[in-house]
């Protein structure tokens, strides 16, 4: 049993904290363990944020770039004090394991320093003019309020990627946390304000999706809205988002490819595809849900992969050696239970896992024997399943990795660079791998997908994050 304190978290408006908690989080492998209380927000609670950030935005605009960066930095060294505990209560809302939970906020911390340093680099270009004794430059301007929506998943990591180039580009900022993981976000606004940053730059409300998202996306004042989460809800708010001209960023669903061709290294394409499949418990927008293998390697490497699923038991993440954390919730381990039955139904076979003995505890499932169109092959699962399909060769290969609604991240298992280099060009996905899992992104690399995983337009992170929260204005000096 896990013996922690249970934090109750109002919303943070204006610098001071509203709302009364009264909604329960508790540990997802521990029900005993009761990790936060939070407010059910309504829409006015929205309002008054966004009065708020609105009111701030001009002051914090004003302030030199590089101060602004000032602030990112500090608040990185802050959390950086607080490491293991952020992490274990990161584990504890989200249930990743311990590694899992350091590593994210780690990224989290590189995530503030990357755009903290960026102050110091944000302007424009200077153009020369055909008008005589006349200089033309431009000035990135701050959009205004920014209105960030951030998942379950990555409850610290996410936003971190979206406020610090937000408020480094002289934004304001109001964000609705997932409702699964408010804690994350409370020690991340904790740093932030503790670094300095002004009341009302930074806005927190807590609530469900279909309230307070809803709210957030419709208010004429938000002027960007940057989304992660399902490709449905994502374009219900483009819809609403656009409908008032404001601008929107959406990183949404995936289903993730890794190729094994015959010449790879079955034993280490398979911990590849373990390792992109299971870790993170399957729930990351980039997991490896399908392998598509060519007939030298199919069958090796379903043995090989059922052989990495046993290691892979699943358990309390806070435990020692546990090599892969619980489902998050009781609604998403019924979606991932029901995905492993209806693939039985059309006929794939379970070579590993499929069962939920106990709690919210999946075993890391394999299933072979799947055809392109079963639905294992084509819905996002979001859990620990991973489907095996064959292909004959390269071409065809390709041909499954883009019959696909998504095109978020694909990789490819080879020691043929011809072989490689046809996959990087002719694979539909937003990141391509060779030999490296689809999970693990770079955060000075621009990252989003393509088809109906993203808006396809602003990357996030990366040193092009900033144009989704800036709008550049062209300056004509005569003399």
Known sequence: MTQSTTLRIANHLAGSAVGVPTVERRNPADPADLVAVTPASDAAAVADAVTAAEGAQPGWAALPAPARGAVLMDAAEILRGRHEVVARDLTREEGKTLAEARGEVRRAIDVLRYFGAAGWRLGGQTFPSATPDTTVHTRLEPMGVAGLITPWNFPIAIPAWKMAPALVSGNSVVIKPAELTPVSVRHLTTALVEAGLPPGVLNVVHGKGSVVGEALVADPRVAAVSFTGSTGVGNRIRETVERRHGRVQLEMG???????????????????????????????????????????????????????????????????????????????????????????????????????????????????????????????????VVAVLPAEGLDEAISLVNDSAYGLAASICTRDLAAAQRFVARVRAGVVKVNRPTTGLDLNVPFGGVKDSSTNTFREQGPTAVEFFTWSKSVYLGW
């Not at 997991?287 to 490497?301: L, N």
């Not at 693939?343 to 003995?357: L, M, S, Y």
């Open 254 to 384: 995936g289903k993730n490819a890794v190729v094994v061709l015959d010449d790879a290294d079955v034993k280490e394409a398979a911990g590849l595809a373990a390792a992109g499949g299971f870790g993170l418990t399957g729930q990351a927008c980039t997991a490896s849900s399908r392998i598509i293998c060519t007939p030298g390697v199919h069958d090796a490497f379903v043995e090989a992969l059922a052989e990495q699923a046993a290691r892979y038991r699943p358990g309390d993440g806070l435990a020692a050696g546990t090599a892969m954390g619980p489902v998050v919730s009781a609604s998403q381990l019924e979606t991932d239970v029901a995905a492993v039955e209806r693939a039985r139904a059309e006929g794939a076979t379970v070579v590993a896992g499929g069962e939920a003995p106990d709690g919210l505890f999946l075993a890391p499932t394999v299933l072979a024997g799947v055809g392109p169109g079963h639905s294992s092959a084509r819905d996002e699962i979001f859990g620990p």
